[in-house]
């Protein structure tokens, strides 16, 4: 059952996903400015930033809904734009709302959706819709906001799509709907080695599914990597220094810093020898360090300044 | 098998997972050929990534706990009962590491600390003999004294 990889024994390993200097404006608004990204199959990949930072153009643009005005997007190594077919009948998607048809009872709109996609698998949507409680006959605008998650969930899912793409997709959502949601990314990756791209604000969340991830600010990827490289490389330092100080201290490898008077926390990225080397100088000790949270580095890369163009 | 997941405290998810397992063999909760659960089922229970799974399991297999059969699973290792005592002691050394820094930060010397680690073992034998009640005056006496 160990192996390597989950799906390792993938013979093919081109990207599922391939970006590459993607910029686009609105007007003269910049949402995205020179983004490259490649995610390769059988991982689950997290898109993170606050509303606005340009995760949602970023999926538009994976689903051929906009068109690359500067550099290319591949997915499955074809253009979203010129075939389309080709590329959404291999994707799933829901978005945080999911525009269903609510006039049609959840049977029919199984049945329409299945028309569409000839990998469609009655059994498992049929599977799913029990596990989730949600009744054939209901009609969907009548449904609570949960239970329509749960139906684009089932639509999205029930043609075992080659990449699953989901765009702030439990946002707004209590948390056993959030559940439904996890529990879902990882049967879809643990199965037959498929690949899940997720955009969310919920750093515990991205934490614990995600493979790889990446920090979306005001159009740009400040900073991409596998999560547990991410967690390797960085991490919290306490340091005291000999007297009380009125500014945040400087020092090479330490982002971004927090305290009062003699003791300073700062999320570091580096080794742990250098800030203690660092700290040396300034006639100051390293009393504790401890693991950061994606939170933590998430505050630290993207809250702190960083010299990015317009602010949205 | 109970694992507990938490994204608040930064140690990497595989860790949690990996120090877990240790811990449930150490204290016998997961005993020597017991089987594993596979991957997927363990991912979706603890809604992490599979990956994070298989690479807790790798370093589980290379520390010697559990090991693969072939096609049949993972199991807890046979060299179990030597590695849980191994474990045992580095729980403890942990323990003792922690306590051993923080009394330093207040300036007090190791001979203190094992004189009251002596005492505090007298206060709670008592409670050894499976009495109960001067577990509760302990309690209340302590909560006194603050």
Request: negative net charge; proline residues 5%; glycine residues 8%.
């Amino acid at each position: 059952m160990i192996s390597e990889n989950v799906n390792a024994e993938r013979e093919n390993n081109a990207p599922v996903v391939e970006i590459h200097d993607l910029t686009r404006r609105f007007g003269p608004k910049t949402a995205l400015d020179g983004v490259s990204l490649t995610v390769p199959p059988g991982v689950v990949y997290g898109l993170v930033g606050e509303n606005g930072a340009g995760k949602t153009t970023l999926i538009k643009h994976i689903l051929g809904l906009l068109k690359a005005q500067q550099g290319t997007v591949r997915v499955f190594g074809r253009d979203p734009v010129e075939d389309p077919v080709g590329v959404l009948s291999r994707i799933g998607y829901l978005a945080e709302e999911t525009s269903l048809p609510g006039w049609m009872t959840v049977h029919e709109l199984m049945r329409y959706t299945q028309a569409f996609y000839p990998t469609w698998d009655e059994a498992f949507a049929e599977q799913l819709r029990s596990e989730f409680s949600v009744d054939a006959r209901a009609i969907v605008k009548n449904l609570s906001k949960g239970q329509r998650a749960r139906v684009g969930l089932i639509a999205a899912l029930s043609y075992r799509p080659d990449l699953l793409l989901l765009d702030e997709p439990s946002s707004g959502l209590d948390p056993i709907v959030r559940r439904d949601i996890l529990g879902a990314i990882i049967r879809t990756i643990a199965d037959e080695g498929r690949t899940v791209l997720f955009s969310s604000h919920l750093l515990s969340e991205v934490e614990r599914v995600s493979d790889y991830v990446a920090m979306v600010r005001g159009g740009k990827i400040v900073f991409a990597d596998a999560l547990d490289t991410i967690k390797e490389t960085h991490f919290k330092a306490s340091v005291q220094f000999g007297s009380a100080r009125k500014t945040a201290p400087e020092m090479p490898g330490a982002l971004h810093w927090e305290g009062f008077g003699r003791e300073w926390t700062a999320v570091c990225h580096g080794r742990p020898a250098d800030i203690e080397a660092a700290a040396a100088l300034q006639d100051a000790r390293v009393v504790a360090h401890t693991p950061a949270s994606l939170d933590d580095i998430f505050v630290a890369r993207v809250g702190a300044k960083i010299a990015v163009g317009p602010e949205d | 098998m109970q694992i507990h997941i938490s994204t608040e405290d930064g140690t990497p998810i595989y860790l949690q997972i990996v120090n877990q397992i240790k811990y449930l063999v150490a204290s016998g909760r997961l005993e020597t050929g017991e089987e594993m659960p596979p991957i997927r089922v363990l991912a979706e229970r603890l809604l992490v990534t599979p990956n994070t799974v298989a690479r807790a399991y790798r370093e589980l297999e290379m520390a010697g706990v559990v090991e693969k059969r072939r096609t049949a699973g993972t199991y807890v290792s046979d060299k179990g009962s030597r590695l849980a005592q191994h474990e045992q002691w580095k729980i403890l050394t942990q323990r003792v590491d922690a306590l051993l820094a923080e009394a330093t930060q207040m300036n007090f010397g190791v001979d203190q600390v094992v004189d009251l680690v002596r005492e505090r073992s007298a206060a709670m034998r008592p409670i050894d003999d499976g009495l109960m009640r001067p577990m509760a005056d302990l309690t209340e006496s302590i909560s006194k004294e603050k």
